[in-house]
């Protein structure tokens, strides 16, 4: 019994010398937390019952862990990458779907401005999130703040966010700043649902921020032309380009890539296929590439016609 029992001793022990090296080489490829994980996060927070205390501090922490541990792209249903932009994004706005849903404005405004007056000097990121927070719930002493963040923010969604509150306030003093946005902001998206299918090239690629700064405008009786959020398809390509590299075959983000036809997006797919076959990725993938760079440059050739 006692010769049986050290057997198996040794064998647990051959098994476990065995099994950790593997072990370790699997840690560097866990997978990144994804935009879809995160928002799912946000989901559990806006359906629990919680105080106006409470759901704020889950907000500024989800918030923070943006910040710190940004949630990997992922190609969203629509065509859109889903990054820690587009989650910042969709938290800081649930503030207002609250108030929609009849929680208390005034205490929600009351714990955020709380949390902003309690950070430090430095601690500019999450600052921003909050004053744009703020003007979620209609807090008109934050307009000064706002505009700066759509004007200067280097994150598209972040500027978005900032356009979309001073349109909720109303504030006559942001229509200068707002007009601005509108022709020069090139943060892109593409556009979401089966009415893509009827659009150019052209149409198909918009900017947020733009299209928040002319309903903004609009609401507040000015004039602004048709078309006026639309941007350069090329703006979208580096966001898209990012996509290549998910552990997800990128067939959906090499498509998308090729119906911008532009010769931007055509660079990038024509990258890709030269870094694929360099080190002798698959053949499928690589010809996947090859047929959607030809398409390409098809529509584009008729569209310059």
Known sequence: MKQCKVRMFAAVCCLLVLCVPYCRAAEPSVEKRTGDAALGELRVVNHGSLSSTDRVDRLVALLRREITEPSAPVLGIGGGPIDSGYVQEVILGSVRTYVQQGANRESLRNCVASKLASLASSDKPMADRLTVMLGNVGDRSVVPALINVMENHEDGFMRYAAARALGGIGDRSSIPAL???????????????????????????????????????RSMGEIVPVGAEIVDARYLVPRLEQLFCTSEPPFRALMMMGNLACPEAEDAIQRYIDAKQAVGASSGLVDYAKDTLARSRVVRSKTTE
């Open 179 to 217: 007009k601005r946005c509108l022709e020069t902001d090139t943060f892109a998206r593409v556009r979401l649902g089966s009415s893509i299918r009827n659009l150019t090239p052209r149409e198909m690629v918009y900017s947020p921020v733009r299209l928040a700064a002319a309903e903004a405008l």
